[in-house]
């Protein structure tokens, strides 16, 4: 029903930047609770941000909240993860991810229906 496009993810040294895109087709896209995760490698899922339906809340993790910052525009169908600043820990798989429930616990990664491939962030020291 949902299908997500990541794009942007590569190499970058650190304390620069990238900004990720999603886009998402098959649903009304100001219908979805749409957030970030990250799976950095021998380690689990790590939720990143997340942005509510309209744009107007946010929800960040405590490791990424003064250098990262989640935006959505509804008329392209796209949300975007600015990243700055980046840091060799940030090296990671990263997805996209959207839900259409009702309700969304915007941190859990088991609130959300889809999901896209992923992107690969590498960050060198």
């Known amino acids: 029903q949902v299908q997500l496009v990541e794009s942007g993810g590569g190499l970058v040294q650190a304390g620069g930047s990238l900004r990720l895109s999603c886009t998402a087709s098959g649903r009304p896209f100001s219908s979805l609770v749409m957030g970030w995760f990250r799976q950095a490698p021998g380690k689990g899922r790590e939720f990143v941000v997340s942005?509510?339906?309209?744009?107007?809340?946010?929800y960040y993790a405590d490791s990424v909240k003064d250098r990262v910052t989640i935006s959505r525009d509804n008329a392209e169908n796209t949300v975007y993860l600015q990243m700055n600043s980046l840091k060799p820990e940030d090296t990671a798989v990263y997805y996209c991810?959207?839900?259409?429930?009702?309700?969304?616990?915007?941190?859990?990664?088991?609130?959300?229906?889809?999901w896209g491939q992923g992107t690969q962030v590498t960050v060198s020291s």
């Open positions: 991810a959207a839900s259409d429930a009702r309700a969304v616990a915007p941190s859990k990664d088991d609130h959300y229906n889809y």
């Open positions: 942005i509510s339906r309209s744009g107007s809340s946010t």
